[in-house]
């Protein structure tokens, strides 16, 4: 019973700082209608920044002064630019943009942290009041709990009066009620926007200090530690303050009574502790009331979901294998073994075009699936036999179907936290548990060691050498690419469109939206499986850690601003993610802020729908039309590549100047259209672009200007690769 009695108090302690960061988690959802999952992020910044003030290993100033400068200063002025800068672009556009730019953001200042505060350096943090403690109970409370409990029952009290007795609060409801409607009534939504996220980076910073000295001051604990207040947050509904709070001290008791009963002697249990708050979550999102079917939603961006042909696809694969062969050909094995890696990545990223681009559903445990797809291959593909792809796409398809029953009532955020909850589950308990029998079979994960995974052995083909197997990598991406060409242009994927566009109306015309979801995730899982067999097979050997959750984080939000309508949103991904770094390797003085890059890029792209990939294929559209041009780029570079095969040319300088060749290219072709245009005695209209239609029929030269002048994709490039 005593410790029983302990572990409560414990726990309803660890429920105050859990309480502050859900508050100010819920105070920005509530008021400004943005789920922001940086919300941990920004909590380990301020943590930081703490100890960069406070700490005699730092800068020691007094505890008092380091706190009102991280809490009244920094952290506000930081709420108030990521309201002004970025939140505040995000009125009107879809939830998954929304929650792409959030994860960018979350992305980008995890790395911002490890890069000024690296961490390979100890960064001690006491507690306050240090050594003193009070008696409750018969249980002892150090002074920095007690102060953390008052401090979470303050604020409750304090943004339950803000938001329901005071003009800002109220503002701030109606403005994302109806942001228009409040601004006619007086209101000031941007304004009050400001002051939501402003308290909110306040409470995260307060709740990342409190945390600090509990737990060692560490970038990824601080930031998943947030878990727990979106437990708590959803507990609330993501409205309701005292709800939240209620949501935190059962968090608190669970992980307390976690610690107590769970025996460390249990290998199957030893890190279940860690994952009991996200379990919680879990539950919770399964016990929610079901989200209504949603009807269509006219937003201010424009999505267009590209029905690529055949011929294109091949001809954009062929061009990825070519270039593929003459890097391949220029490079080292062990360099040509990490670029394996970066088809691996493209392969598990191009799986969630059918699920995201097609379906809009939200999954952000791609590398979960992949994990599954490289223990298949691992155990059951041994030297290399392809039937391991084989049991790769069933067991991860399988375990899709599972983790997609549970979820098929949940939408948006929803669904996103949801496999968020799954992926770390299974990434910090699942995965790391010894073998163990289910009735006949044995089941074997990865367990603390390694997993060895064989090359595909292919007859003809020696895999075993590095080259030979990125090539054999990029030939598998095409034909994953005319896969998902394939989704896209049959029935089904005519219903995943009309799904996402507007489930409402096909449920109502008796399309079973529940057995297209399941179908859905399952086909998105299997190929997230059969990427990650490959994946494991490119790098000889994986472990749990190559399949963390924050590794999956920059996949997801890197083929969304890539473009999550076509596989090559994933190739992009790759090559941000893996060739990328590669290439600038050896510039060590800006390795740093090349970490912030993909939270950067998901930040400035996310809030284009079509993503990067279609600027850019539209940016090549000259050259479909100037067939000379594209003659001469392929001698140019065909030249170059000649010149680096005697050694005339290193590396480097046959990647510059073939990259300046190529994006040379559209500019040459449109300079000779205009001035074959010219020539012609067609450089001025015969009718006014307004009049078209009704003095003359219109032309294919009509619509594509109509389409410049409105700054729309093009017919062409909806069919096109």
Request: aromatic share 8%; charged share 10%; net charge positive.
């Amino acid at each position: 019973m005593d410790q029983f009695l302990t572990l409560s108090i414990t726990g309803i302690c660890a429920a105050g700082i859990f309480a502050i960061g859900a508050s100010g988690l819920v105070l920005t959802y509530t008021t400004t209608g943005i789920f922001n999952f940086a919300h941990g992020a920004i909590g380990m910044l301020g943590a930081f920044l703490y100890w960069q003030l406070r700490s005699p290993l730092a800068w020691g100033l007094p505890a008092p002064l380091a706190l009102f400068l991280v809490l009244f200063i920094a952290a506000p002025l930081l709420g108030v630019l990521l309201e002004v800068v970025i939140m505040r672009g995000l009125q009107g556009t879809s939830e998954v943009t929304k929650l792409v730019v959030s994860i960018s953001l979350l992305v980008a200042l995890l790395e911002l942290g490890r890069w000024i505060w690296p961490e390979d350096q100890a960064h001690p943090v006491d507690r306050f009041f240090e050594g003193k403690t009070i008696s409750v109970l018969g249980a002892n409370v150090t002074w920095h709990e007690g102060i953390g409990l008052l401090l979470a029952v303050a604020v409750a009290i304090g943004l339950r009066l803000l938001l329901y007795r005071t003009r800002a609060g109220i503002a701030m409801r109606a403005s994302v009620d109806d942001r228009p409607l409040a601004a006619l009534n007086g209101a000031r939504p941007d304004r009050s926007a400001m002051l939501a996220w402003a308290i909110g980076c306040s409470l995260a910073a307060l709740a990342g200090i409190l945390t600090a000295p509990l737990l060692t001051l560490s970038h990824i604990p601080l930031t998943l530690l947030i878990v727990n207040a979106y437990a708590a947050a959803m507990i609330g509904r993501l409205r309701s303050i005292p709800l939240t709070f209620v949501g935190a001290v059962i968090i608190g008791l669970a992980d307390a009574y976690a610690t107590g009963y769970i025996p460390s002697s249990n290998e199957y249990f030893t890190e279940f502790r860690a994952a009991v708050p996200i379990v919680i979550l879990f539950i919770v999102l399964l016990v929610l009331r079901p989200s209504t079917l949603a009807g269509h939603t006219s937003l201010r961006t424009r999505e267009v979901i590209p029905k690529p042909s055949y011929r294109g696809t091949l001809v954009a694969a062929g061009v990825v294998v070519v270039v593929t062969g003459l890097v391949a050909n220029a490079v080292s094995d062990a360099d040509a073994q990490t670029l394996g890696k970066l088809f691996g990545v493209a392969l598990v990223a191009a799986s969630l075009v059918p699920l995201i681009g097609y379906a809009g559903q939200i999954s952000l445990c791609p590398l979960t699936f992949a994990a599954i797809g490289a223990l298949a291959m691992g155990y059951h593909g041994s030297g290399g036999n392809p039937i391991g792809l084989i049991y790769a796409a069933v067991f991860a398809g399988a375990v899709g179907a599972v983790v997609a029953l549970p979820a098929l009532r949940l939408r948006g955020i929803y669904l996103a936290l949801a496999t968020a909850a799954f992926a770390v589950v299974m990434d910090r308990w699942l995965f790391l548990i010894p073998d163990f029998d289910l009735g006949p079979w044995k089941v074997r994960l990865f367990g603390s060691s390694n997993l060895s995974v064989s090359n595909i052995d292919l007859p003809g083909l020696d895999t075993n050498q590095p080259k030979t197997l990125l090539m054999v990598l990029s030939v598998v991406f095409g034909i994953f690419w005319l896969a998902v060409v394939a989704i896209r242009r049959s029935r089904f994927g005519e219903r995943l469109l009309a799904m996402k566009d507007s489930p409402a109306a096909c449920a109502t015309l008796g399309m079973n939206t529940t057995s297209t979801k399941l179908i859905v995730f399952s086909l998105s899982a299997a190929m997230a499986g059969v990427g990650g067999a490959f994946y494991a097979a490119a790098q000889g050997g994986v472990a749990a850690s190559n399949f963390d959750f924050f590794a999956g984080l920059p996949i997801v939000l890197l083929v969304v601003v890539g473009g999550i309508g076509t596989a090559a949103g994933g190739l992009f991904a790759g090559i941000i993610t893996v060739g990328v770094p590669l290439v600038t390797a050896p510039l060590n003085a800006i390795a740093g802020p090349l970490r912030l890059l993909p939270g950067l890029v998901g930040i400035g792209l996310g809030r284009n729908p079509n993503g990067a990939t279609s600027d850019i294929a539209e940016g090549f559209e000259p050259l479909r039309k100037a067939r000379a041009v594209v003659v001469a780029t392929v001698a140019v570079v065909a030249v170059l590549f000649a010149l680096r095969t005697v050694d005339v040319l290193s590396n480097w300088w046959f990647g510059i100047l073939a990259i300046v060749v190529v994006f040379v290219a559209p500019g040459v072709a449109m300079a000779l259209a205009a001035r074959r245009g010219a020539s012609q005695g067609v450089g001025e209209r015969d009718v006014p672009l307004e009049l078209v239609g009704v003095d003359r029929p219109f032309t294919i030269d009509d619509v594509s200007e109509l389409d410049r002048a409105l700054a729309v994709p093009s017919a062409a490039s909806i069919g096109r690769a």
